[in-house]
């Protein structure tokens, strides 16, 4: 591990989480050039993932709080027997579209390495094809932010359509933020509606993620340098909550095709690069003496 090495990745994992080109495929690919693998990037990643959730909190506080405080009152007026579904406010009925979209994650997590092996498995071809597929749904939804539903009027099938998208966001170069702010635009949610929904359901999905891999981690014999992995938590979280602020800018002015512009190049870049290693049979990562 070295300083260099953390600040670039973290600097990719904090852009990438948010803006919708895919963090895992970036990471992944990365790591492939870089030689850089194994269970010290295992560590590496379980930080700056949990600097991007601090992102999450620091940029949409107000919604998280008050998303917290209805998770209380809501069993308070069930206790009284004043809850009602149809008189949910915009945070309440968050509450629960995030909590569905969740549950249709978990059972996933029980096969999640036919998703993840992937990721560091010395081929970048399949991430290639999948930053397509995640181009090709960022086009699509550009064609579809013109949508006015708010969290008020938020219904189940848009809370598992969302969780549904998620799930294949798995794979190694499909975008979490992407497909799920994608999949929200599909289902006719106004663009800030679309944007606070998938990044907010994507904390549950970055912590359970995280304590999954810590189980590996604490297995593994790696000296750590936690001065090193603080520098990288702190980059990750700033750069994090800048990356969220764009999405939704660019989002704003209609300009989220960019990002799809972007998917579409650096897929077919991975797809002729693994080509490339397959047919000369010399990997990317020895051109840097890796």
């Known amino acids: 591990m070295d300083y260099i090495n953390v600040i670039i990745q973290a600097i990719v994992q904090g852009l990438t989480e ?46 998280i709080l008050g998303m917290i405080k209805e998770f209380f009152l809501m069993f308070a007026d069930i206790f009284k027997g004043k809850f009602s579904w149809r008189e949910m406010n915009s945070n309440r009925r968050m509450v629960f579209m995030v909590i569905i979209a969740t549950l249709i994650l978990v059972p996933v997590y029980f096969v999640k390495d036919f998703f993840t092996s992937r990721q560091g498995d010395g081929d970048i071809i399949f991430e290639g094809v999948a930053f397509l597929f995640t181009a090709v749904l960022l086009f699509l939804s550009d064609k579809c932010s013109d949508g006015t539903k708010t969290g008020e009027q938020m219904k189940v099938k848009d809370a598992v359509a969302v969780g549904l998208f998620q799930c294949v966001a798995l794979f190694p170069g499909v975008s979490r933020s992407g497909s799920t702010t994608a ?43 936690w001065v090193m992995l603080g520098i990288g938590f702190v980059i990750a979280a700033v750069v994090g909550f800048l990356a969220i ?46």
């Open 18 to 63: 948010f803006l919708p080109v895919s963090s895992s495929g970036h990471l992944s690919v990365v790591q492939h050039i870089t030689g850089y693998s194994g269970e010290t990037a295992l560590v590496l990643s379980i930080v700056l993932h949990l600097g991007t959730l601090v992102a999450v909190f620091a940029a949409f506080w107000r919604t």
């Open 183 to 225: 999949a929200g635009l599909f289902c006719g949610l106004e663009k800030n509606t679309a944007v606070t929904f998938a990044f907010i359901l994507g904390i549950p999905a970055i912590l359970g993620g995280s304590v999954l891999e810590i189980g590996d981690a604490l297995k593994s014999d790696v000296e750590l340098d």
């Open 245 to 290: 602020k764009l999405v939704k800018w660019l989002l704003d002015k209609d300009r989220f095709k960019i990002f799809g512009v972007y998917t579409l190049l650096i897929g077919v870049l991975c797809i002729l690069g693994g080509i490339w290693e397959h047919a000369s049979g010399v990997t990317i990562a020895s051109l840097f003496g890796k």
